[in-house]
């Protein structure tokens, strides 16, 4: 039986943490930036197109940090789960399609939200399909790429 791993030291998730929470701030104000300009249009088009992109870039970073760079241990949180999980968004996406069905528009929720997990899990693929073609190969004792 393997053994399982060792907790992380309290300094080291608090760094965690501490990176995290400034990568969120970051990934949100970004977000928020994004979605300024005012939305017309039967679908909340910038909210699809943040989720997207974000997906991408989400993609390419585990690409990049599991299989090409010798990264810094705390890049992978700061970036993936700090600026880019604050960057991308659940809860607008759910509260979109909360309201298109308060105005009744089921139809129109039904396709933001069958479009928006379509979009996001092509988003991925096309992601880490890029970075394995663009990027350098793997570095020593890097992930093999399939």
């Not at 104000?29 to 991408?56: D, F, K, M, S």
């Not at 992978?76 to 960057?87: E, I, K, S």
């Not at 069958?114 to 004792?141: D, E, F, K």
Request: net charge positive; charged share 10%.
């Amino acid at each position: 039986m393997p053994a399982s791993p060792r907790p992380a030291s309290a300094p080291r998730r608090a760094s965690v943490a501490a990176v995290v929470a400034l990568g969120g701030g970051l990934g949100a104000l970004a977000r928020h930036a994004a979605t300024l300009p005012q939305q017309t249009g039967a679908l909340p088009w910038t909210v699809l197109a943040v989720n997207t992109l974000g997906c991408a870039l989400i993609g390419v970073l585990m690409v990049a940090v599991t299989e090409t760079w010798d990264a810094h241990p705390l890049l992978r949180p700061f970036l993936g789960v700090g600026v880019l999980g604050g960057f991308t968004t659940f809860s607008a996406y759910a509260a979109d399609v909360h309201t298109l069905l308060g105005q009744g528009r089921p139809a129109v929720a039904a396709l933001y939200l069958a479009g928006t997990v379509a979009a996001a899990l092509a988003a991925v693929w096309a992601g880490t399909a890029l970075a394995r073609r663009v990027l350098p190969g793997p570095r020593p004792g890097g992930r093999e790429r399939p």
